[in-house]
């Protein structure tokens, strides 16, 4: 399967589910936000959003990988933008890859990688990134936050 | 600590510096509080490198430690300072500035040349080559000199020969024996040895006795010779041998050989058992070593001494192998077979390629007793393991000396010496040490030097090193992995050559055919901005493309370099520093308006940090309409060219310096590599550009430009090496094409040139050979391809700013125009910084 019939499919997989997430807000207070669209994303890299939420704004930082896992996994990943280690909103111009079968960022202060999956940090286990629950909605991209 | 020693050596010389760092090294300053004394002004310096002070390298590169060395280890070193006597009653030494106690002493105040009594030798002009001062006044006398004649034909007299042709003079040797280096060969190898000498222009005089020397006609000086033969030379160099400096001990009363040195026992103990003596003022059994592997032998001696070790000083090899004025001359054991009566010899002569080899062999054709060699080096090292280990002969011993085609040479593998083998001489490292030193843990050729400082004395071992390194790797099944990162099991190198072979343009394609299939085939922040860097060098397209965006640090994706808080630092292009007060006042009008705080930079440009991601484009906007370029200072790629000012100002200046550094710079500007590389262009000798420490420094010379290679500056500094002298300006660009791009194409990924160059196998010779004599016949490709970077290079600024899609990156917030509210900055010194 290529790449965009793949982009393709899970694109109807979120509009087909849209309403069930649509502005229902979770028990732990949250709802789902659009942020951006398709179009302001940068495929294999990550861009900066502002996220308005119930326990205040935060800056997120969202990768986009499409094709990612073949179908099996996530192609779209939210995480903190603020890096821990140099106290900068910086995660978002980090360079994505994968190591040890994860896709990671790589810092770009000072290089440590983040699992998009989870937020953790490889290098110190006791660091971990926030993460939040993101998809597309047609061409929309929304956020759980 | 009351009951702390004092230890006082005299003789801060390669010796004497030997015995500090035993000291230091090996725990003994608990015990001894050390005072160094040192004549010179400069605190000590590998001697044996003299003739390289001509050929780019200072005081401080010939340094045998950092400035800070003793200070740090804490060791006095006191230097310009001469000790006038030694008070063995009171035991003080003392100096013009005083008297100082001792309770051990250590004479190391080596030796002095040898100025034959010969009238008139006190001219002006008639110098003795030795220390650094000597070549400073070589350095003036040959300022207005056309010739120089050096007195005395043998290794030293041969090194200055060396350093006068250096100077530009015309250089002749006059030699009393009937042959030049009397010492190390005999008759034939010494015909050789001039024939050679002479093809290089040097003039060599045999048989000759000065009588006098007196004002000249055409020149300076008229040597008169024993037949009224004369020779007519501006400046003379008197290099006829050494003599051991012993004055300060005749004067105290030690016991001195009748032909002078200081007699000593095995353990360096002097007459007087306080004090020690070592290096070349010491006399061992009626001998003096002048060589610098048996004066570090007698300071280990004499640090066990001085700590109650049992390591003892029994003696030394005197076999060299040496490179004078590019011939090579190795002499190993009884090379003359003098000292056996029974000996058989195999000679081999090769008149046409002019190398001469002879092997001294015991009676039964075991064991090798002494070789010569003359002209070609390259079984020295081998032959000296047969030598030093008495390793038993093949049954042809001549094969060890005839030439390489004739079949059958058989080199000793480093898997054939023994554990006792000697590999370096210098630090008295054996094959057992190595083996003990990879066992403990060492993974690499640098790991092993570092831990047992082999190789780094002379560095005559340094391929002998190598080889017994990679042979004990690979005996202990360690193979070095020299993959780039888990995506590629290529090295940058093999990278790049795929590509190019290829023609690969983007990542995507590359990781496709080339990556492991085991892994996402994502890449990481090691494969991408390498691959980035080698797909720019190769095809230079605008980096900012999207195909090439996710490949980039974030320096390279916002063309910006980022600071600490996540703001950048903004640096246009300012070549050669030249710049115009229209555009410095718009570096200013354009600081203040986005509130940048301004530095002036290293590399004569000025900095502008504090840039917020969002005004980044509107900072570029403002300065490309004012004519600035991007100045790449982000990017693995030329930084700059720095300049001084040059002829057009300067009244030492010999050349447009500026104009170079300017031509140097448009023309590399945007070249990708796998390091920064910065440029030096300096107007005259005085090298206020301090270019010998760039990765390329050009000096200009009366006739051109001299091409320095391999500087660093930095947390390794490395003093750039001489490459090509008096090149014109298109030599200059096509030599300097040629290198870069062999740089480009064979370095590994973050390696400036000069850890390139360390790492190159053939050092600056092999790289002589592949850039000026093309001996890879690849030249013509790397200055077509320099010039296909040249031709295509845009501004990726004015690139950016003008293509939409492009600005959209630079947004704080893809989704809200608000500014990181998170950055704040404080005031210091009138301006901003992160708070």
Known sequence: ?145 | MSTQQQLIIIGNGMVGHHLVEQLVDNGALERYQVTVFGEERHRAYDRVHLSEYFSGRDADSLALCEAGYYATSGVELRTSEAVIEIDRNSQEVVTEQGRYPYDRLVLATGSFPFVPPIPGNDRDGCLVYRTLDDLDAIQAAAENATTGVVVGGGLLGLEAANALRGLNLDTAVVEFASRLMPMQVDNEGGELLREKIEALGVQVLLERATQRIEDGEASRHRMVFQDDKVLETDLIVFSAGIRPRDQLARDCGLEIGERGGVVVDNQCLTSDPAILAIGEVALWNQSIFGLVAPGYQMAKAAFSTLTEGDTQFGGADMSTKLKLLGVDVGSIGDAHGNQNPSARMFRYLDPIKQEYRKLVVSSDGKKLLGAMLVGNNSVYDTLLQYYSNGIELPDEPASLILPQSSGAAPTLGPGALPETASICSCHNVTKGDICATIDAGAVDLGGVKAATKASTGCGGCTALLKSVVDHELEARGVEVDKSICEHFAHTRQELYDIVRVEGIKTFTDLIEKHGNADTHRLGCDICKPAVASILASCFNEPITDAAHIPLQDTNDTFMANMQKNGTYSVVPRVAGGEITPDKLIVLGEVAKKYSLYSKVTGGQRIDLFGARLEDLPDIWGELIAAGFETGHAYGKSLRTVKSCVGSTWCRYGVQDSVGMAIQLENRYKGLRSPHKIKFGVSGCTRECAEAQSKDIGIIATENGWNLYVCGNGGMRPRHAELFATDLDDEQLYRTIDRFLMFYVRTADRLQRTAVWRENLDGGLEYLKEVILEDSLGINDELERQMQTVVDTYQCEWADAISDPEKLKRFRSFVNDDRPDPSIIMTSERGQLRPA
């Open chain 1, 1 to 145: 399967m290529t790449g965009t019939a793949l982009k393709k499919e899970m694109d109807m997989a979120d509009i087909q589910n849209s309403e069930a997430f649509e502005n229902h807000a979770s028990e732990n207070n949250t709802a789902w936000q659009k942020v951006c669209t398709k179009a302001d994303l940068v495929a294999f890299s990550g861009v900066a959003a502002w996220l308005e939420t119930a326990d205040g704004p935060a800056q997120v930082a969202i990768f986009y990988l499409p094709g990612l896992g073949q179908g099996k996994g996530d192609e779209l990943f939210a995480l903190d933008h603020h890096d821990p280690f140099s106290n900068a909103n910086v995660i978002a111009r980090g360079i994505v890859g994968d190591l040890k079968g994860a896709a990671v960022v790589a810092s770009p202060i000072y290089k440590q990688h983040f699992r998009l999956e989870d937020g953790q940090c490889l290098e110190d286990e006791d660091v971990k990134l926030r993460t939040w629950k993101v998809k597309f909605k047609g061409d929309e991209v929304w956020v759980e936050g």
